[in-house]
């Protein structure tokens, strides 16, 4: 079984753990080769917000780590096959140039390689408010094909502290690039169990229009 390649980018916004456990969540998927690239002004906030151990940490953990300054790297090409890539967190900044099509760094060179390949990307828009400006440039990416997930966070599974949080976050956005053989993030199961007609098995369909 052949590698999938996801290439994984990591901007300047807060919420740097975003990042982080999705490389670690990637990592332990079998058959998954990761492609990092950070923004130099993420690089502050990896410092800032995990340690000024996180950028190190995550090394091991990929395939390749790309400077955000080489344009010429593999990943900046749609003739290097990849499966997709998230952004997470995406600041608006790295927004705007996936908007606009400014590809001056590796970074927003890369995010731009998955739309005109017609491939996935994700980005984890990390902003609040949101001016119009911002909800523009999160419509011009969706037209494009890209996928905006902001990170907003579910409490329906009742979650216990700051890193299940994170960690639900990450696994909706893997979910999103749809590599694993079922979801990793838990789902959403109603608040009571289905009603079936009498008589009805309960493995059969409703006929179509119903």
């Given at each position: ?114 739309l005109k390949e017609r491939r996935r990307l994700i ?62 993030a838990k789902s959403w199961e109603g608040t009571s ?18």
């Open positions: 079984m052949r590698n999938e390649r996801v290439v994984v980018g990591i901007s300047g916004a807060s919420g740097a753990a975003l990042g982080v456990r999705i490389v670690e969540r990637l990592s332990a998927l079998p058959h998954v080769e990761i492609h990092l690239v950070v923004s130099d002004a993420a690089r502050r906030t990896l410092d800032l917000e995990c340690g000024p151990d996180a950028m190190e940490s995550l090394l091991p953990l990929v395939r390749c780590h790309h400077p955000n300054g080489d344009i010429g790297a593999s990943i900046a090409s749609g003739s290097f096959p990849v499966s997709g890539m998230v952004i997470a967190p995406c600041s608006m900044q790295t927004l705007s140039a996936v908007a606009t099509g400014r590809t001056d760094t590796l970074l927003a060179r890369a995010a731009d390689v998955q980005l984890l828009a990390r902003e609040t408010p949101l001016h119009l400006g911002h909800l523009r440039n999160m419509c011009a990416v969706t037209e494009m094909g890209a996928i905006v997930m902001p990170p907003v966070p579910a409490f329906y599974h009742l979650p216990q502290s700051l890193a299940e949080v994170v960690d639900h976050l990450a696994a909706r956005a893997i979910d999103l690039l749809a590599l694993a053989a079922g979801p990793l169990p289905p009603v079936f007609r009498s008589g009805e098995a309960k493995d059969t369909m409703p006929p179509h229009g119903e």
